[in-house]
């Protein structure tokens, strides 16, 4: 039973510290769509409860898919999706997606190779393709295409601030019921139509930990678990009811500490307040372990169903500590993917020099697809070539994408390796039947 000092704690947390459910997401079968209610239920839910819901939106079956069956131009597609996107309201629909890590089914290819022209084409279409997995190994032949198309994206939209690139992604054991973008999609496995959520509320985090300077690292963790159960209570809340107001399954929620560019809304600055100078110096990557665990812990105990991404995320563009690493070089690109290790993801709207080349992009693809092979983890890469612009320039995206700057990259070419084509076998510990 909720008291009256829980809900007047959580008016104070959305109030002051930035508390918000950052996403409803709809997944759908093409087979048995019907999102049209969608928004205006979550609008109805915001206002009755006072809860803000940051984003509204959908995820289809994969798209590569549909093309395999279809034949013809993906892109028509991406094109009717847009046209879904407007009618019914939503900020994004995720699904222009393919699962390569086994090989290209018929449909892979056509829709990977259109990836860039149909980002450039649309406003609300989010892409992913899955190039490897603990139980397939990774697929190199996917990794070298996937850096090329990384850089068409950009260079499509170099007008833009490379946007069509910020709206892609690439996934190692990529999870099928993902309510973040860009990598949802819904997955082959899930009902016709589900209901998944994604929370927000580092600043809630951060806050509680500023409360208590002299406290312990273990106390710490301990702090982090509570707090994490309130945050995810709300989004078990909203995630029951919209099922139910909708009149279809309720999915997950993503236990999810997910950054945002707001001042107070800040992974990085959670860790500065456990003790760090700044985010990206010594000790970055066990203070982000730790909250990583802690909130798992705290927020298993808060849902009757987590699944998606679930910890904490490091997006550079979408978080103000983060941005401000970047631009004062305390945080480097080989300091991200040590921390991607053990946070929810990878490497997330990092901004590289424009004339990185695709080789170097898939390079970066095939380390981190390793990380998550290995440690039967879920990892990604989302980088963003700065057309025309060098290191310490600035992309700014607006809205929940935010702004970054230009990051140095190794250029050393990784060229023969990724032009050798073929697969990285699974690891042994893949074999677990």
């Not at 849902?303 to 998606?308: K, L, P, Q, R, W």
């Amino acid at each position: 039973m909720i008291n009256s000092k829980e809900i007047l704690e959580t008016i104070r947390m959305i109030q002051d510290e930035c508390l918000d459910i950052r996403t409803t997401t709809m997944g759908i079968s093409l087979l048995d769509c019907g999102a049209e209610h969608l928004v205006s239920t979550g609008e109805q839910i915001e206002k009755e409860y006072g809860i803000p819901i940051i984003n509204k939106r959908v995820s289809v079956t994969p798209i590569a898919i549909m093309a395999g069956i279809s034949g013809g131009d993906p892109v028509k597609y991406a094109l009717a999706l847009e046209k879904a996107a407007q009618t019914i309201g939503v900020n994004f629909i995720g699904g222009y997606s393919a699962l390569v890590q086994k090989g290209f089914a018929a449909g892979d290819l056509e829709l990977i190779n259109s990836i860039p022209r149909a980002l450039a084409e649309t406003e609300h279409i989010c892409s992913s393709v899955n190039i490897g997995s603990t139980k397939a190994g990774i697929n190199m032949d996917a990794v070298k295409i996937m850096g090329q198309k990384v850089k068409e994206a950009a260079e499509l939209t170099k007008d833009n601030d490379c946007i069509a690139a910020g709206k892609l992604v690439v996934f190692c054991n990529a999870p099928e019921d993902n309510p973040f973008m860009a990598g949802a999609f819904h997955g082959v496995s899930e009902p016709d139509c589900v209901i998944n959520v994604g929370v927000s509320g580092p600043g809630v985090v951060r806050s509680a930990i500023s409360k208590h300077p002299d406290y312990s690292v273990n106390e710490i963790a301990e702090l982090i678990k509570k707090t994490a159960f309130k945050i995810t209570r709300m989004g078990q809340l909203v995630g029951v009811e919209a099922s139910r107001r909708l009149g279809v399954d309720f999915g997950i929620v993503d236990l999810s500490l997910a950054p945002t560019p707001a001042v107070g809304d800040s992974v990085a600055h959670i860790l500065e307040e456990i003790g760090l100078e700044q985010c990206g110096g010594a000790g970055t990557t066990a203070c982000l372990a730790m909250l990583n665990d802690a909130v798992k812990k705290g927020g298993v105990m808060a849902s009757s169903s987590v699944g998606g991404l679930s910890g904490a995320f490091i997006p550079v563009s979408e978080d103000a500590g983060m941005i401000d690493a970047a631009r004062s070089g305390a945080l480097t690109i080989e300091k991200l993917e040590a921390m991607t290790a053990v946070c929810s993801v990878g490497l997330d709207m990092i901004v590289i020099p424009g004339d990185t080349s695709a080789e170097v992009i898939s390079g970066i693809i095939a380390d981190e697809a390793a990380i998550g092979m290995v440690n039967c983890k879920t990892t990604a890469v989302r980088v963003i070539p700065a057309i025309g612009k060098n290191i310490g320039d600035e992309l700014e995206f607006g809205g929940l994408l935010g702004s970054g700057p230009v990051m140095k990259v190794n250029t050393k070419s990784p060229a023969q390796f990724i032009n050798r084509g073929g697969k990285i076998p699974a690891p042994m510990h893949s074999l677990k039947n």
